[in-house]
Structures are given as structure tokens and as C-alpha cells.
């Protein structure tokens, strides 16, 4: 199921190659993965490693600094912005994780990796319809990603099931 209490948790494990959290979704391996990029490929890929490492430790105030200046020094680089998503997650600040998610998007709106993200984020908000659409854009941008398709499948359970209770 995608409705975790963390948005990309399961995503910040993958980065790190480690076990996902108790509580989150299963790892995303993505071909536009952060990870997937050669060494060197942005000079801010370090500042986000150190912050998905802080993040993993559970160092908020780190894991917000490493992704901030990640964001200053390459903002087109998604995973800073869903980085600082994830931060304010954990500090219960969801208007702050809307906004991340968006900059995200603005700063990679074809990266399927983003669109996935964002369809979570959508779908944990009970905005199915939302979520749909955005599932579907990731499953079109990477067709063979079974992740997305898990998501979108999950999304259309989810508003079934809803549709079911409302006509009770």
C-alpha cells in the first residue's frame, strides 16, 4: 500500500541502498533515480546523499541544511526538494511538504521518479482523482516502472473502496 505515514521513506532507502523504515512503502528503484546518475553528474548530489543519510539517522536539522543547499546549488535537482519534503513530514508541517513537492515538480515535472512521488502524496491526502492522473502521467513517462503501476492500481482500489462506503 502506498498510504504510509512517510511520504518518501521508502525512496530515501533505496538512495541509501539500506532497509526501508518499519512504517514506509517498499524501496523505489527508478532509472531516474538520484542514484542512477553518474558520479559527478551534479555537484549538489553530495549535499543530498548527506541528507538522506542525516534523514535516515533521524538528524532533521542536518538532513534540512544538506538538502537546502542541494536545492541552492542545483535547482533542478528534484530529490533536494523531495528531500526537504520528507523533513517536513516528520515535523508535521504538511503545508511546507506541499510546497516542497511542488518545487519538485516545477524543478523536474517529466521525472517519473517526481511524478510517483507526488501521485503518493496526492493519494495520502484522499485526492484520487488527483492521484489518478498523476499516476498515470509516471506510468507514461516510465512505462516499464512496476512501481507506478502498483500505484496507480492501489489509487484505483482505494477510490472504489470509497465509492463502495459512500453508497452504503
Not at 504510509?4 to 512504517?23: D, H, K, M, N, Q
Not at 553518474?38 to 542536518?62: F, I, R, W
Not at 537546502?68 to 542545483?74: C, Q
Amino acid at each position: 500500500m502506498i498510504h504510509r505515514p512517510s511520504i518518501v521513506a521508502g525512496l530515501i532507502a533505496a538512495l541509501l541502498a539500506a532497509e526501508p523504515f518499519s512504517t514506509a512503502a517498499a524501496p523505489i528503484p527508478s532509472q531516474d533515480s538520484p542514484r542512477g546518475q553518474p558520479p559527478g553528474a551534479s555537484p549538489a548530489q553530495s549535499k543530498v546523499d548527506a541528507g538522506l543519510k542525516a534523514l535516515n539517522a533521524g538528524e532533521l536539522v542536518a538532513a534540512e541544511a544538506a538538502f537546502t543547499e542541494a536545492a541552492r546549488v542545483d535547482p533542478k535537482l528534484s530529490a533536494a526538494y523531495i528531500g526537504l519534503a520528507e523533513v517536513a513530514a516528520r515535523q508535521n508541517k504538511p503545508a511546507h511538504v506541499e510546497h516542497w513537492l511542488k518545487q519538485a515538480l516545477a524543478a523536474d515535472p517529466n521525472g517519473a521518479l517526481t511524478q510517483r512521488t507526488w501521485g503518493r502524496y496526492q493519494f495520502q491526502q484522499g485526492r484520487f482523482v488527483d492521484a489518478e492522473a498523476t499516476f498515470k502521467k509516471a506510468v507514461a513517462l516510465d512505462p516499464r516502472s512496476v512501481d507506478a503501476q502498483l500505484n496507480l492500481a492501489d489509487n484505483s482500489r482505494a477510490r472504489a473502496e470509497r465509492q463502495a462506503v459512500g453508497s452504503l
